[in-house]
């Protein structure tokens, strides 16, 4: 039988390019979870005269489709001016591979908005949004809207995983319902902080499980 994969996916998983982690990025983005299935983690440096993509790496944790996404979604974004980079799509992806499996199309798009939200991160660190608002509670749920549950595969805000959120001074606290000692509870303050401390206007995330603060 056939494989579903394109040769050149299959060129892609097997030698995948650009990977590896940037001890010194400039901006980092994670997308998915491994607990529930497939996870990207993307590091960019920006040229920061010509605001050029100047190096990309990606680590990834998934199937063939997700590592091959992983290593075109790089080849794509190196090189491009980070308002260029900012206009790939799953589209792009999914055609340089020479067409993903329908079931697989998911990969491209958690590559792309992998490397959109490491652009934008940024962009708060240096000054580049544009319309520029303070972080208040309604901006940090929105980005914890990307933050998966791995208990049950769905976001930590539509499953009520994060209780209660409060931005003052520049400083954001969030309230989690877990334990301390919960199996996923070190991992998901991580992604939780890793979310919110790009911010451009806050200086310090605080996460609380049950029982703290």
Not at 37 to 55: A, C, F, H, P
Request: charged content about 30%.
């Amino acid at each position: 039988m056939a494989l579903p994969y394109s040769d050149i996916i299959i060129e892609h998983f097997t030698h995948p390019h650009n990977v590896g982690k940037i001890e010194d990025a400039d901006a980092k983005a994670t997308e998915g979870s491994p607990a529930c299935g497939d996870m990207v983690k993307l590091y960019i440096k920006v040229d920061k005269e010509t605001k050029t993509i100047s190096d990309i790496k990606f680590e990834s944790y998934g199937c063939a489709s997700n590592i091959a996404t992983g290593s075109i979604i790089t080849d794509l974004a190196k090189g491009k001016k980070i308002d260029d980079a900012k206009k790939l799509n799953w589209k792009e992806a999914d055609k340089a591979l020479g067409g993903l499996p329908p079931v697989k199309v998911h990969c491209a798009v958690l590559a792309v908005d992998a490397l959109k939200t490491a652009i934008e991160n940024y962009e708060h660190q240096h000054g580049l949004v544009k319309d520029v608002k303070p972080t208040d509670e309604k901006v940090v749920l929105k980005r914890l809207s990307r933050v998966i549950n791995p208990i049950v595969g769905l976001d930590v805000v539509k499953t009520k995983l994060v209780r209660k959120v409060s931005v003052e001074n520049k400083t954001v606290k969030i309230w989690i319902t877990l334990p301390p000692d919960h199996q996923f509870t070190n991992n998901i303050k991580g992604e939780i902080a890793e979310r919110i401390e790009p911010l451009w206007d806050v200086e310090k995330v605080l996460v609380f499980c049950e029982g703290e603060e």
